[in-house]
């Protein structure tokens, strides 16, 4: 705690006017304490022919004071200064990183200013006659720095105080009178405060763009938020619904094999009877037998002719069943349904199984994609606008700079985003107006049509003109059905399926393609009309943004029932 307070102490110390310790020190009527010299250079160079004001605190004195050495505070600044010179502490003496007095020899003492007409660095004590010698009382001191030697012109060993605002360099007087003699020059003071105010300036739109991009991630930090709010309330949305998925599916496993045991009593209860009655007949038959067979070895002639009619005689048989072999078509049919209810909801789960196509607006919504104009494709008189969503056609607009993706030559550009899986979105357009899909590697220019979206076997386009037209490779196709401003376009990229649609109050298909894409497509526009045209892809409707794994819940229903569950 004892640094603080001799940096307190030292502070009082010192003259606000040459931030060094008093020298002679005198207090004006105000109370504040100066240099005897520094004072009365304030007064002198200034303009006080009526009043004489303190430097800081601006009070005003009238006649000019008579100054008095303050002889207490002498003393006590010349016991600072003497401790000061004293034997310093390790931490005044110059390390790695810090600027060293120049003139001090064997252990450097750290240089406390820098003088920019000696361009040297002084401690303490070498600093003395900068502040008590007229000759050095001009001199310019600023904080120590190790900067000192750019200020020295490397040609002429001149300070480099002169700016060349023709060749943007600071420059010494001998390089001004030289080769810089009919340049644009002015002082280097000049200049910095030529540069300061653009400094400020940059400070300004740096400042403010700080403010725009913290504004924009707070917003990113806040979508973030509701994503992963969203998430994890879908996660435990789902965790619930699986579990009542699994919870029913054990249900139905119990239920199933119930009703398989059920069955099995009903058919063997209904075959117990006729099963008892043959245990009975086959048992009569088998004593009758063991009679017959001791009958037949007696030697009594006269036993044997007295009892063989009564042992001969057999009661009427009993009608043997023959077995149901319909019964075991219920098993049968039970693990086939099973089975088949099975692969249903494996290939529902492993998304496999085939969904119903789009019918209605919202239903094509659910698809939506959010989609950006990428700038590096955009072609001849394009101007993107509206976050990159929106193009116009304005010739007069400076050109884009060249990019291996642009095209050349013609008023078209792609989307950044690469389309796979099911998308879809809408363009709202002018007039003239070419909507279109094309896969990346499309051909950028060339002296015939072949990179025009429509006319290459890498692109599909629908002409929004007076009348609509479909082209593919080259080959045109006429489109009737109602004009709008507004045109739907929905992707099946893994089915092949195209489709194009007006859209007003209803959708009305215009054209749909199916076949086999082999690549990512991206969406293309493309400006036929003059200056002032405009097409631009629309934003879609947050609220119908439904991932795949979301809509898993709109498909408990149907494999549920598959499963032969009744919801």
């Known amino acids: 705690m004892a640094q603080p307070r001799n940096q307190v102490n030292e502070k009082k110390c010192s003259c606000s006017v040459c931030l060094d310790l008093l020298k002679d020190p005198v207090t004006i009527p105000c109370g504040h304490n100066y240099c005897m010299s520094c004072i009365q250079t304030h007064w002198d160079e200034g303009d006080h022919n009526i ?28 016991e600072k200064r003497t401790a000061i010179q004293a034997a310093p502490a390790d931490h005044c003496y110059a390390g790695p990183g810090d600027v060293a007095c120049d003139v001090c020899t064997g252990k450097k003492l750290k240089a406390s200013k820098s003088c920019l007409q000696c361009l040297a660095s002084y401690c303490e004590q070498h600093l003395q006659p900068h502040y008590k010698s007229p000759t050095f009382k001009k001199h310019k001191l600023v904080e120590a720095s190790v900067k000192l030697p750019e200020n020295i012109c490397s040609h002429h060993d001149e300070v480099m105080n002169i700016f060349c605002r023709t060749d943007q360099q600071c420059i010494c007087f001998l390089c001004f009178m030289d080769e810089h003699e009919r340049h644009d020059t002015v002082s280097a003071a000049a200049e910095r405060t030529e540069k300061q105010k653009e400094l400020c300036e940059s400070r300004q739109k740096i400042q403010q763009r700080i403010q725009d991009r913290e504004k924009d991630l707070k917003e990113l930090q806040q979508e973030t938020e509701t994503i992963n709010l969203a998430a994890d309330k879908s996660v435990e949305d789902s965790e619930k619904i699986f579990t009542e998925l699994i919870c029913l599916i054990e249900k139905r496993r119990s239920d199933v094999k119930q009703q398989i045991r059920s069955q099995q009593k009903i058919d063997v209860s209904r075959i117990k009877e006729p099963q008892e009655k043959l245990d009975q007949e086959i048992t009569e038959l088998k004593r009758k037998d063991a009679e017959l067979d001791q009958l037949s070895r007696t030697e009594d002639h006269t036993h044997f002719l007295h009892s063989y009619p009564s042992l001969s005689e057999l009661t009427e048989s009993t009608d043997s069943p023959r077995p149901n072999i319909y019964c075991l078509q219920y098993f049968e049919d039970v693990v086939a349904a099973l089975t088949a209810d099975r692969d249903k909801m494996h290939a529902i789960l492993t998304g496999t199984w085939s969904l119903a196509e789009p019918t209605t607006r919202a239903q094509f919504l659910r698809y939506s994609r959010e989609i950006t104009l990428d700038p590096n494709t955009a072609g001849y008189g394009l101007v993107l606008s509206e976050g990159n969503r929106k193009i116009m056609f304005n010739v007069e607009n400076v ?18 985003e690469e389309l796979t899986g099911r998308c879809y979105w809408e363009v709202e357009m002018s007039r003239d107006v070419v909507v279109a899909v094309a896969y990346k590697s ?57 489709s194009f649609y007006s859209v007003s109050e ?19 526009l493309f400006l036929c009309g003059p200056d002032g045209d405009t097409a631009e892809v629309c934003i879609p409707n947050r609220q119908h943004f439904i991932l795949s794994t979301i809509r898993l819940p709109s498909l408990l229903s149907p494999l549920l029932r598959l499963a032969g569950f009744r919801l």
């Not at 004489?52 to 605190?57: A, G, I, K, N, W």
């Not at 050109?399 to 642009?406: A, G, I, K, V």
């Open 399 to 416: 050109p884009y700079p060249e990019h291996p993706d642009r095209f050349i030559d013609r008023p078209q550009v792609l989307s950044k």
């Open 51 to 78: 009043n004489y004001s303190c430097p800081q605190c601006r009070q005003t004195f009238r006649p000019r004071p008579v100054l008095v050495k303050n002889t207490m505070l002498a003393e006590l600044v010349e």
């Open 442 to 498: 499309m051909r950028r220019s060339g002296n015939s049509l072949a990179h025009v979206f429509g006319f290459n076997e890498k692109s599909w386009a629908l002409n929004c003109f007076d009348a609509y037209n479909f082209r593919h490779d080259s080959n045109d196709l006429s489109i009737s059905g109602p004009k709008s401003s507004r045109i739907g376009v929905y992707l099946d990229h893994s089915a092949g399926i195209l």
């Open 506 to 524: 209803t959708m009305t298909l215009l054209h749909i393609v199916q076949t086999t894409f082999t690549e990512p497509l991206h969406a293309g």
